[in-house]
């Protein structure tokens, strides 16, 4: 964030226009509400069929339906007769789906770390079997990064 003259406060205008272009507000629209996190989490792992995500998830149906249409149109899922049952469909994620593992797997960590549960299973690295790395912030040279180390620039031509 850009800082006025008074380097402790923040200058105002400079973040409404940074806040105008700021891709946050539509991806909160598309993911940021707790049904689509929970579906998310059953993609993740494994869950296909709408009657899976209905009994795994004890959510309504109507509710689900609307929720997994809004996610397919959004390109979180994709969604695909099943090949077995003609009747059926598989919603699997789509690229652009899995590249949500991160964010999913912060937002489970920070429950954990701030009292909203933990679990006695973790994610680890299928080769080894191996717990795999906290989600941090990190420099480019892998130094973890704190908010106080960080600040706004232009981002470089070409990246």
């Known amino acids: 964030m850009t800082r006025t003259a ?3 406060e923040p200058d105002i205008e400079a973040f409404r226009a940074a806040a105008l272009k700021c891709p946050l ?4 629209e598309l993911i940021g509400e707790r049904w689509a996190f929970l579906i ?3 993609a993740f792992n494994g869950l296909q069929h709408f009657e899976q995500f209905q009994a795994g998830l004890g959510i309504a149906r109507n509710i689900l339906s609307n929720r997994l249409a809004r996610m397919v149109e959004g390109g979180i899922l994709e969604r695909r007769p099943d090949p077995a049952d003609r009747r059926k469909v598989i919603y ?3 690229p652009k789906g899995e590249a949500l593992l991160p964010v999913v797997l912060a937002l489970r960590q920070w429950g954990e770390d701030w009292g909203h549960g ?3 299973i973790v994610l680890a690295d299928q080769r080894d079997g191996v717990p795999i790395r906290r989600i941090t912030v990190q420099a480019a040279d892998g130094r973890e990064l704190k908010l106080g180390e960080l600040m706004w620039v232009d981002r470089p031509a070409g990246i």
């Open 118 to 120: 933990t679990q006695h």
């Open 25 to 28: 507000p539509p991806s909160i």
């Open 40 to 42: 998310l989490r059953g």
């Open 6 to 8: 008074n380097e402790n």
């Open 92 to 94: 699997s994620l789509s």
